[in-house]
């Protein structure tokens, strides 16, 4: 790890306390993550950093617990098992701290493209692409009239259904490494079709990531595909 990646560390884990901070008084933000309250008060006021043990405990364990339980406190489903999930995909603040966490605990390597559906996907991927300075793309469900060649990817779903994603070629370069993201997994279907626009892109696959996982079917079926990493926030059985 160079300095600028100690830094940026550093940085992130700083603004996961700072999140759990508002929430918590320092002797209970102590209790959540094993610190003394004393440093506690200090990493959050900007008065000093944390060292890249401490930080990196911070981001991957204390991290990822703490924004699976702001998670799951902001889903909502309904009567008939449909997610709401807006307040997390529109609060570009919580997607940011996201990125550290997903990365640092599923070993994501850093990915050239990070590659989502839209639309939900996009503001996800648009915080994984902004951690990892890649770039990012979206595939949808229409050509734009302006694109000339698309990588098209297509399939009929179980319910008689047939789902299409087009991404403009010149999105993915052959030899790209790329990440697949997504807000939410459930029967797979959308990951895979993003997994086949990268294949045919002559892309590799570093990772998968979804923010919340509905089952293991999605993740499982991803896993058939690649594997690259598979991982998601949280799941909900």
Do not use: C, W
């Not at 997607?95 to 990070?114: H, I, Q, R």
């Not at 639309?119 to 996800?124: F, P, S, V």
């Not at 998968?208 to 949280?234: C, N, Q, S, Y």
Request: aromatic share 6%; net charge negative; glycine share 8%.
């Amino acid at each position: 790890m160079n300095r600028a990646e100690k830094a940026a560390l550093q940085l992130q884990a700083v603004a996961v306390l700072r999140m759990l901070k508002e929430t918590r008084t320092y002797e209970e933000l102590s209790e959540v993550t094993g610190l003394p309250a004393g440093d506690l008060n200090r990493y959050v006021n900007g008065h000093v950093l944390p060292g890249t043990d401490r930080a990196s405990e911070v981001v991957e364990s204390v991290g990822r617990e703490a924004l699976a339980d702001e998670l799951v406190a902001r889903v909502e489903f309904d009567d008939e098992g449909y997610v709401d999930n807006s307040g997390v995909v529109f609060d570009q603040s919580f997607l940011d701290l996201v990125a550290p966490v997903a990365a640092e605990t599923f070993e994501f390597e850093s990915p050239d493209v990070v590659l989502t559906a839209a639309t939900d996907g996009i503001t996800l991927g648009a915080a994984m692409a902004s951690f990892f300075d890649a770039r990012l793309a979206y595939a949808k469900k229409s050509k734009e009239t302006a694109v000339e060649e698309f990588i098209e990817s297509r399939q009929r779903l179980a319910s008689g259904i047939e789902l299409t994603y087009y991404l403009p070629a010149s999105a993915i370069d052959a030899g790209d490494t790329v990440l697949v993201v997504d807000d939410l997994i459930r029967s797979g279907e959308t990951q895979e079709l993003l997994l086949d626009i990268a294949l045919q892109g002559d892309a590799d696959v570093t990772g998968v990531f979804a923010l919340i996982a509905v089952g293991d079917e999605g993740m499982d079926r991803a896993r058939a595909i690649t594997d690259a990493p598979v991982g998601a926030l949280t799941t909900f059985e």
